[in-house]
Protein backbone atom coordinates (compact mmCIF):
# COMPACT_ATOMS: atom_id res chain seq x y z
CA UNK A 1 0.00 0.00 0.00
CA UNK A 2 1.43 3.34 -0.83
CA UNK A 3 -0.17 6.20 0.56
CA UNK A 4 -0.42 9.43 -0.68
CA UNK A 5 -0.62 12.42 1.84
CA UNK A 6 -2.78 15.50 0.58
CA UNK A 7 -2.09 18.60 2.56
CA UNK A 8 -4.56 21.33 3.56
CA UNK A 9 -5.20 25.17 2.72
CA UNK A 10 -1.99 27.39 2.83
CA UNK A 11 0.20 24.38 4.24
CA UNK A 12 2.22 22.33 2.55
CA UNK A 13 3.97 19.07 1.91
CA UNK A 14 6.14 19.23 4.98
CA UNK A 15 3.82 20.16 7.33
CA UNK A 16 4.06 18.67 10.72
CA UNK A 17 0.83 16.10 10.47
CA UNK A 18 2.49 14.91 7.23
CA UNK A 19 5.72 14.34 8.67
CA UNK A 20 4.10 12.97 11.74
CA UNK A 21 2.24 10.16 9.85
CA UNK A 22 5.23 9.65 7.11
CA UNK A 23 8.00 8.45 9.52
CA UNK A 24 5.24 6.50 11.59
CA UNK A 25 4.11 5.06 8.29
CA UNK A 26 8.16 4.59 7.02
CA UNK A 27 8.81 2.71 10.36
CA UNK A 28 6.46 -0.16 9.38
CA UNK A 29 7.58 -0.08 5.62
CA UNK A 30 4.22 1.95 4.09
CA UNK A 31 5.75 4.52 1.56
CA UNK A 32 4.33 8.27 1.37
CA UNK A 33 4.03 10.48 -1.10
CA UNK A 34 2.98 14.30 -0.52
CA UNK A 35 2.55 16.41 -3.54
CA UNK A 36 3.08 19.86 -2.99
CA UNK A 37 -0.30 21.86 -4.26
CA UNK A 38 1.33 24.83 -3.88
CA UNK A 39 3.72 24.69 -7.31
CA UNK A 40 4.12 26.35 -9.25
CA UNK A 41 2.37 29.24 -7.36
CA UNK A 42 0.16 30.17 -4.24
CA UNK A 43 -1.80 32.63 -6.07
CA UNK A 44 -2.61 30.60 -8.85
CA UNK A 45 -4.26 28.01 -6.98
CA UNK A 46 -7.27 25.67 -7.81
CA UNK A 47 -9.27 22.63 -6.91
CA UNK A 48 -9.00 21.87 -10.32
CA UNK A 49 -5.22 22.07 -10.24
CA UNK A 50 -5.10 20.27 -7.31
CA UNK A 51 -6.86 17.45 -8.72
CA UNK A 52 -4.67 17.52 -12.18
CA UNK A 53 -1.62 17.51 -10.05
CA UNK A 54 -2.60 14.16 -7.88
CA UNK A 55 -4.06 12.60 -11.33
CA UNK A 56 -0.47 12.86 -12.20
CA UNK A 57 0.91 12.05 -9.32
CA UNK A 58 -1.38 8.49 -8.78
CA UNK A 59 -0.33 7.67 -12.56
CA UNK A 60 3.39 8.04 -11.32
CA UNK A 61 2.47 4.86 -8.69
CA UNK A 62 0.82 3.21 -10.98
CA UNK A 63 -1.01 1.00 -8.74
CA UNK A 64 -4.02 1.69 -6.18
CA UNK A 65 -3.29 3.63 -3.31
CA UNK A 66 -4.61 4.94 0.18
CA UNK A 67 -5.71 8.91 0.24
CA UNK A 68 -4.93 10.50 3.50
CA UNK A 69 -6.28 14.35 3.37
CA UNK A 70 -6.40 16.84 5.70
CA UNK A 71 -8.90 20.04 5.82
CA UNK A 72 -9.11 21.04 2.01
CA UNK A 73 -6.82 18.29 1.21
CA UNK A 74 -9.73 15.83 2.57
CA UNK A 75 -11.97 18.04 0.32
CA UNK A 76 -10.06 16.70 -2.49
CA UNK A 77 -9.90 13.02 -1.37
CA UNK A 78 -13.24 12.93 -1.62
CA UNK A 79 -13.60 14.36 -5.29
CA UNK A 80 -10.28 12.20 -6.39
CA UNK A 81 -12.41 9.14 -4.79
CA UNK A 82 -14.92 9.82 -6.86
CA UNK A 83 -13.17 11.31 -10.42
CA UNK A 84 -10.27 8.31 -9.82
CA UNK A 85 -12.39 5.47 -7.91
CA UNK A 86 -10.34 2.16 -9.41
CA UNK A 87 -7.14 3.88 -8.34
CA UNK A 88 -7.86 4.66 -4.97
CA UNK A 89 -8.20 1.26 -2.39
CA UNK A 90 -9.34 3.65 0.96
CA UNK A 91 -9.08 7.37 2.48
CA UNK A 92 -8.98 8.63 5.80
CA UNK A 93 -9.99 12.38 5.97
CA UNK A 94 -8.73 14.99 8.77
CA UNK A 95 -11.03 17.13 9.50
CA UNK A 96 -12.90 17.26 6.20
CA UNK A 97 -13.81 20.62 4.32
CA UNK A 98 -17.12 18.93 3.18
CA UNK A 99 -18.69 22.08 3.27
CA UNK A 100 -15.96 24.32 1.60
CA UNK A 101 -16.87 27.35 0.17
CA UNK A 102 -20.58 26.59 1.21
CA UNK A 103 -22.37 27.53 3.79
CA UNK A 104 -20.83 25.92 6.90
CA UNK A 105 -17.63 26.67 5.86
CA UNK A 106 -15.83 29.52 7.31
CA UNK A 107 -13.33 30.12 4.76
CA UNK A 108 -14.32 33.88 4.47
CA UNK A 109 -16.93 35.78 5.65
CA UNK A 110 -19.57 37.11 3.14
CA UNK A 111 -18.19 40.75 2.89
CA UNK A 112 -14.58 39.43 2.75
CA UNK A 113 -15.56 37.72 -0.40
CA UNK A 114 -17.22 40.35 -2.04
CA UNK A 115 -14.00 42.04 -1.17
CA UNK A 116 -11.82 39.33 -2.79
CA UNK A 117 -14.06 39.35 -5.98
CA UNK A 118 -13.72 43.05 -6.17
CA UNK A 119 -9.50 43.16 -5.69
CA UNK A 120 -9.32 40.06 -7.57
CA UNK A 121 -6.77 38.92 -4.77
CA UNK A 122 -6.61 38.83 -0.54
CA UNK A 123 -3.41 37.54 1.21
CA UNK A 124 -3.87 34.35 3.29
CA UNK A 125 -1.59 33.49 5.72
CA UNK A 126 0.39 30.62 4.49
CA UNK A 127 1.17 28.19 7.42
CA UNK A 128 4.40 26.74 5.09
CA UNK A 129 6.15 30.01 4.55
CA UNK A 130 5.05 31.55 7.61
CA UNK A 131 4.21 34.64 5.89
CA UNK A 132 1.00 35.75 4.10
CA UNK A 133 0.63 35.04 0.09
CA UNK A 134 -1.91 36.17 -2.24
CA UNK A 135 -4.61 34.43 -3.25
CA UNK A 136 -6.52 34.91 -6.66
CA UNK A 137 -10.33 34.95 -7.00
CA UNK A 138 -9.92 32.36 -9.26
CA UNK A 139 -9.91 29.85 -6.27
CA UNK A 140 -13.18 30.89 -4.64
CA UNK A 141 -14.99 31.04 -8.40
CA UNK A 142 -12.98 27.11 -9.25
CA UNK A 143 -13.97 25.85 -5.96
CA UNK A 144 -18.27 26.51 -6.74
CA UNK A 145 -18.27 23.89 -9.56
CA UNK A 146 -17.24 21.23 -6.86
CA UNK A 147 -19.56 19.37 -4.25
CA UNK A 148 -17.60 17.28 -1.73
CA UNK A 149 -20.91 16.67 -0.12
CA UNK A 150 -22.76 14.67 -3.26
CA UNK A 151 -19.71 12.72 -4.42
CA UNK A 152 -19.95 9.21 -4.81
CA UNK A 153 -17.43 8.19 -2.04
CA UNK A 154 -17.59 4.22 -2.13
CA UNK A 155 -14.07 3.07 -0.60
CA UNK A 156 -13.63 2.42 2.98
CA UNK A 157 -13.17 5.44 5.04
CA UNK A 158 -12.01 6.68 8.50
CA UNK A 159 -13.20 10.16 9.44
CA UNK A 160 -11.46 12.51 12.31
CA UNK A 161 -12.85 15.47 12.90
CA UNK A 162 -12.54 17.60 16.78
CA UNK A 163 -15.96 18.88 18.19
CA UNK A 164 -13.91 22.21 18.66
CA UNK A 165 -12.94 23.16 15.01
CA UNK A 166 -13.61 26.51 14.12
CA UNK A 167 -13.33 25.98 10.63
CA UNK A 168 -14.85 22.81 9.67
CA UNK A 169 -18.39 23.32 11.27
CA UNK A 170 -18.58 19.18 12.75
CA UNK A 171 -22.21 18.89 12.56
CA UNK A 172 -21.80 19.10 8.97
CA UNK A 173 -19.08 16.04 8.68
CA UNK A 174 -21.21 14.13 10.78
CA UNK A 175 -24.23 14.82 8.38
CA UNK A 176 -21.62 13.63 5.29
CA UNK A 177 -20.89 10.41 7.54
CA UNK A 178 -24.53 8.94 8.46
CA UNK A 179 -25.89 7.78 5.18
CA UNK A 180 -22.41 6.32 4.25
CA UNK A 181 -21.86 2.97 5.51
CA UNK A 182 -18.76 2.67 4.09
CA UNK A 183 -17.89 5.45 6.74
CA UNK A 184 -16.19 5.31 10.09
CA UNK A 185 -16.80 8.98 12.03
CA UNK A 186 -14.89 9.77 15.25
CA UNK A 187 -15.54 12.72 16.88
CA UNK A 188 -12.69 13.82 19.59
CA UNK A 189 -12.29 16.64 21.67
CA UNK A 190 -9.80 18.46 19.39
CA UNK A 191 -9.45 21.74 17.47
CA UNK A 192 -9.05 21.90 13.30
CA UNK A 193 -4.85 21.19 13.91
CA UNK A 194 -6.20 17.46 15.52
CA UNK A 195 -2.55 17.65 16.82
CA UNK A 196 -3.69 16.52 20.80
CA UNK A 197 -5.03 13.40 19.47
CA UNK A 198 -2.83 12.62 16.69
CA UNK A 199 -2.24 9.04 18.85
CA UNK A 200 -5.44 8.28 19.02
CA UNK A 201 -6.05 8.60 15.09
CA UNK A 202 -2.93 6.34 14.40
CA UNK A 203 -4.35 3.42 16.93
CA UNK A 204 -7.03 3.50 14.08
CA UNK A 205 -5.40 4.26 10.73
CA UNK A 206 -2.16 1.89 11.38
CA UNK A 207 -4.36 -1.40 11.13
CA UNK A 208 -6.27 0.48 8.26
CA UNK A 209 -3.26 1.22 6.18
CA UNK A 210 -1.45 -1.97 6.82
CA UNK A 211 1.21 -0.40 9.05
CA UNK A 212 1.86 -3.38 11.82
CA UNK A 213 3.68 -5.65 12.77
Given at each position: MV????????SGARSSKAAWFTERLAAHGVPTRCPDFNAPDFATLTI???????????????????????????????LAADRFRERIDRV???????????????????ERIEEWRRKGALPFFHYA?????LLNFAF???SLQ????????RQPT???????????DAATVEQFARNRPNVTLSLLEDDHQLL??????????????????
Open positions: VVYLHGFASRMLERLDAELHSIGEPVALMGSSLGGTLAIVLLAPAVMFAKPGHHLLPPDNRERYEDYDPFGAALLIFQGVHDASVASLPRIWNDVAPFLGAVE
